[in-house]
């Protein structure tokens, strides 16, 4: 079983950043697909963005490409979302996935869960 644990929301000013964190445990990390998503009130789980087990570039929605970075590392067994000029619409719970071997940007990619952590944006 893969544990996750998420931190480093808040409330922040559009324009702002903030850089999340989740940390695994429970599995050899660089060995797990990792990934991010949100949820905002009345809306349905989006994808955020990931990064493969094996590495290489990640990969983004269109609604934060150029805005958010995701880099993991694994001597931390850490995955991080940095995130740039927030807007109003980033405001939303943001989780952390795992999947075994895994990568994707569907719900269904990930087997593994975090709790959440909240990200407010303000104007």
């Known amino acids: 079983q893969v544990q996750l644990v998420e931190s480093g929301g808040g409330l922040v000013q559009a324009g702002d950043s903030l850089r999340l964190s989740c940390a695994a445990s429970?599995?050899?990390?660089?060995?797990?697909?990792m990934g991010w998503f949100r949820q905002a009130p009345g809306k349905e789980r989006e994808f955020v963005g990931g990064?493969?087990?094996?590495?290489?570039?990640?990969y983004y929605a269109d609604t934060v490409k150029g805005r958010f970075t995701i880099s993991r590392d694994n001597a931390k067994n850490t995955v991080y979302l940095q995130m740039n000029s927030l807007k109003n619409e980033d405001t939303a719970v943001y989780y952390c996935a795992a999947e075994d071997y895994g990568s994707g940007s569907s719900l269904g990619s990930y087997k593994y869960w975090g709790q959440g952590t909240q990200v407010t944006v303000s104007s």
């Open positions: 429970g599995r050899t990390f660089k060995n797990l697909g």
């Open positions: 990064i493969s087990w094996l590495g290489g570039s990640p």
